[in-house]
């Protein structure tokens, strides 16, 4: 945690297991919907816990049980799931009906290895992949229309791990090779002043204040001031816990949040 509030007050920690009956005990995100349920996406599945947990798997109508991203649809009750196999969407009508519907490479899908997922206000579903994104729009009469974007569009080299829509509506994506941004008309690709490399993107956050931050895995977190479009980075050197960081938040006390490999 990196602290910005003169006072902050923490709740006591509450521990949920396999026990308790998550999936597994490992977690790779975390997603709150409308409802204010809270789903864990798992390697077994994912776990939803509104009063006690209940997990979704293949044989319920997901594409994988790799599951590694959740985000909301535009519409109440629409949840889109990102696997390593493919994308799955969850609708939930208004008396508690569940309808699923798949989506891989036979669908239009650039590569079945999907890390990261964004719902964009305009409907379209932006899709990190291994090999580019691929943006998923779905027609009046409910079909499914394509595009892709790759190197050769400007997005930085390597496996699509994080995707960001800022206030000002340009899409980040950050790979295992660097960060691109999309301003509505073409890409391009991020370089960091002072030297600083940015590689390997984890998450990306937009703070309060407009800043982005980079989660990187070997180099820490980096963050651009949107001021002034400086670079800032934080290390183990400046008491980090670790490098190699996975995850950022920013709390409602303005607290930011980093999880580490210690």
Partial sequence: ????????????????????????????????????????????????????????????????????????????????????????????????????????????????????????????????????????????????????????DGLAPGQVTALLQDSDGTIWAGTTGGVAHFDGQRWNQVTPTGGLILARINAMLQDRAGNIWFATEGSGVLRQSHADGSWQQYTMADDLPDDNVWSIWQDAQGDYWFGTNF
Avoid: C, M
């Avoid at 196999?85 to 609708?91: K, R, W």
């Avoid at 079945?112 to 409907?123: E, Q």
């Avoid at 899709?127 to 499914?144: D, R, Y």
């Fill in 1 to 152: 945690i990196f602290p910005t509030a003169a006072q902050t007050t923490y709740t006591p920690w509450y521990t949920f297991t396999t026990d308790d009956g998550l999936a597994t005990n490992e977690g790779y995100a975390l997603f709150q919907d409308q409802a204010g349920d809270v789903w864990l996406a798992t390697d077994a599945g994912v776990s939803r816990f509104n009063g006690r947990w209940r997990t979704y798997t293949t044989a319920s109508g997901l594409i994988s049980n790799r599951v590694r991203a959740i985000t909301r649809g535009r519409d109440v009750g629409s949840i889109w799931f990102a696997t390593l196999d493919g994308v799955s969407h969850l609708t939930i009508d208004k008396n508690g009906g569940e309808t699923w519907k798949s989506f891989d490479t036979t669908s239009g899908l650039l590569n079945n290895t999907v890390r990261a997922v964004l719902a964009a206000p305009d409907g379209s579903l932006w899709l990190g992949t291994a090999e580019g994104i691929s943006i998923l729009t779905i027609q009046a009469n409910g079909a499914s229309a394509w595009s892709q974007v790759t190197v050769k």
